[in-house]
């Protein structure tokens, strides 16, 4: 029978990497999008092959009549508590309105399962959804992607192709650190929305590489030298963000704050994957690290 897929947040850059992944593997894929969306975005979807409804999503009723004979609901909607707690609780309780029996909500971050509450805003407000979530009862799956491998492209602290340095935290030049790619993480959650079996949490990386490694790889790919520089302990690199943040309120209104970023990288130098569901779906092609650097580093 095919299956009918919800995504919330399908105009963004995941939500459409996912619509069209879904569309690739013959599901019948419904997208609820604000009347202010941009049209070329709707455009985009329906050329897809998505059926676009345009709802009210401060409803939930409204909600709930695009989520009438769904199997599924995947929401990738970005935003902060207005819009990871409040929307996202409105999406689900449609979803439980029309029966719909399970929910991916918009994790696609570092598993912050192992991380302590209050080490990073963004994870925070995941983990209150989260609560919410697993107290309905429906049968929900959350995408532990680590970092979209897009962020090495712009000379973060980890890899500088400007300064051509490397950094890291802590005594963890060796410490593997989880990356994926939009699209392999886009198929990987088509995957799971069509798998009625799929566990509570699923951790993914396209590839693991630590600073150390990371040097190599570069090196080789530019033929010219990179230092490698220990930032600072991870107990110093937690004061500074703290105070990083008390000088920025405004912060707090944006989604990707520099506080939160370097939060990010601190969630990253905490934690890793350590059983990754790769292997779970055998059609997905994972980039490694090595292609991935070399589409970008000269
Ligand atoms: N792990 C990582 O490194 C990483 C990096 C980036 C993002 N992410 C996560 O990946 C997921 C998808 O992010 P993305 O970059 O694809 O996001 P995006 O391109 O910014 O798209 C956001 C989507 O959410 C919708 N949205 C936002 N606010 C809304 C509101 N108030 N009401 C209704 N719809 C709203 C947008 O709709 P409109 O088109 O109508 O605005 C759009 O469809 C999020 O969970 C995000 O946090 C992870």
């Given at each position: 029978?095919?299956?009918n897929?919800?995504?919330?947040?399908a105009?963004?850059?995941?939500?459409?990497?996912?619509?069209?992944?879904l569309i690739?593997?013959g599901?019948?894929?419904?997208?609820?999008v604000?009347p202010?969306?941009?049209?070329e975005?709707?455009?985009?979807l329906r050329?897809?092959?998505?059926e676009?409804?345009?709802?009210?999503l401060?409803?939930v009723d409204?909600?709930?009549?695009?989520?009438?004979g769904i199997?599924c609901?995947?929401?990738?909607l970005a935003g902060?508590?207005?819009?990871i707690v409040?929307l996202?609780?409105?999406?689900l309780d449609a979803?439980?309105?029309?029966?719909?029996?399970?929910f991916i909500?918009s994790?696609?971050?570092?598993d912050?399962?192992?991380l302590e509450?209050g080490?990073?805003?963004n994870?925070?407000?995941r983990?209150?959804?989260?609560?919410?979530l697993?107290?309905?009862?429906?049968?929900?799956s959350s995408?532990?992607?680590?970092a979209?491998?897009?962020?090495?492209?712009?000379?973060?602290p980890v890899?500088?192709?400007?300064d051509k340095?490397i950094g890291?935290?802590?005594?963890?030049a060796h410490w593997?650190?989880?990356f994926?790619?939009?699209?392999?993480t886009?198929a990987?959650?088509?995957?799971?929305?069509?798998d009625d079996?799929?566990?509570?949490d699923?951790?993914?990386?396209?590839?693991?590489?630590?600073?150390?490694?990371?040097?190599?790889?570069?090196?080789?790919?530019?033929?010219?030298?990179?230092?490698?520089?220990?930032?600072s302990?991870?107990?110093?690199?937690?004061?500074?963000?703290e105070?990083q943040?008390?000088?920025?309120?405004?912060?707090?209104y944006?989604?990707?704050a520099k506080?939160?970023?370097?939060?990010?990288?601190y969630s990253m130098?905490?934690?890793?994957?350590?059983e990754?569901?790769?292997?779970?779906?055998q059609?997905?092609?994972?980039?490694?690290g090595?292609?991935?650097?070399?589409?970008?580093?000269?």
């Open positions: 029978m095919k299956s897929v919800l995504v919330a947040g105009t963004g850059n995941l939500g459409t990497r996912i619509c069209s992944e690739k593997k599901a019948s894929v419904r997208a609820i604000r202010s969306s941009d049209q975005k709707l455009e985009t050329r897809l092959g998505v676009v409804e345009v709802r009210d401060s409803r409204d909600i709930a009549e695009s989520c009438v199997n609901v995947v929401s990738a902060l508590a207005e819009v409040d996202q609780t409105r999406v979803a439980l309105k029309a029966g719909v029996p399970r909500p994790d696609f971050c570092t912050y399962n192992f509450p080490d990073n805003r994870f925070d407000l983990r209150t959804f989260k609560s919410y697993d107290s309905t009862g429906i049968q929900a995408i532990f992607n680590g979209f491998a897009d962020i090495l492209k712009y000379n973060i890899l500088n192709l400007k340095s890291y935290w802590g005594d963890k593997k650190l989880d994926t790619t939009m699209d392999n886009a990987f959650t088509a995957a799971v929305a069509l079996s799929a566990p509570r699923l951790q993914i990386a396209s590839f693991q590489i630590s600073p150390d490694e990371l040097r190599t790889q570069v090196q080789e790919i530019t033929g010219s030298g990179f230092s490698i520089i220990m930032m302990s991870l107990e110093e690199f937690a004061a500074y963000i105070k943040r008390a000088n920025d309120p405004a912060g707090e944006e989604l990707y506080w939160q970023q370097s939060q990010y990288m130098f905490s934690t890793q994957h350590a990754l569901a790769n292997g779970r779906y059609e997905i092609a994972w980039v490694s090595r292609e991935y650097l070399e589409t970008f580093v000269r």
